[in-house]
C-alpha cells in the first residue's frame, strides 16, 4: 500500500466515523421522548389459576385504539421452570404460528417455519426467535405488557 493510498483510507475513515456518530445523536434528538421512552402498556389476559402449570397455552388480551376494542393472543408457556410470554407473530413474514401439542412445536403455516416450546428457531426460515412479551401476575390477574400506539390504552 503506498502511502498515499494509506492516508485517503485514513481520512475517509475518519469522515465516516464522524457522519455516523452525527447521524446517532441527530436521531436521538429528532425522536420524540415519548418514543424514546416508551413503555408497554400491561393489558389484562387472564385469572392466575388459568396459568398452564406445564407446557402451552393461549390466551387473548383487550386493548383501544380510537375506541376500537381489538383483541390479540398471546401463547403462556410454562416450561424449564419458566413462565413467560411468547409473541405468536413469525419472526420471518408475520404469519401467527400455531402451537403442535403433539410435537411441542410452534409450527408457521406460511412457509414451514418452526420454533420449540422457548420460542427458539429450529427449523425454516424465520431469522430470529418468537418475542417474549412482558408478563405479570398481581392480585390474581394476568398482564401481558405490550407496546401500543400512544393513541391505545388497555381495555
Ligand atoms: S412467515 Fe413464518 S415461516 Fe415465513
Known sequence: MTRRGFLTGTVKAVIAAVITGVGAVAAY???????????PVYCECMEEEALPKKGVKRAE????????????????????GGLYALSPVCSHLGCIVNYNRHKNEFICPCHGGKYDEGGNVIAGPPPAPLS???????Q??????????????AA
Open 140 to 153: 390474581g390477574r394476568v398482564y401481558i405488557g405490550v407496546m401500543l400506539p400512544q393513541t391505545a390504552a
Open 61 to 80: 388480551y383487550r386493548f383501544e385504539i380510537k375506541g376500537r376494542q381489538m383483541t390479540a393472543s398471546v401463547y403462556i408457556v410454562r416450561h424449564d
Open 29 to 39: 434528538f429528532m425522536y420524540p421522548a415519548g418514543m424514546r421512552a416508551r413503555q
Open 132 to 138: 417474549r412479551l412482558p408478563l405479570k401476575v398481581e
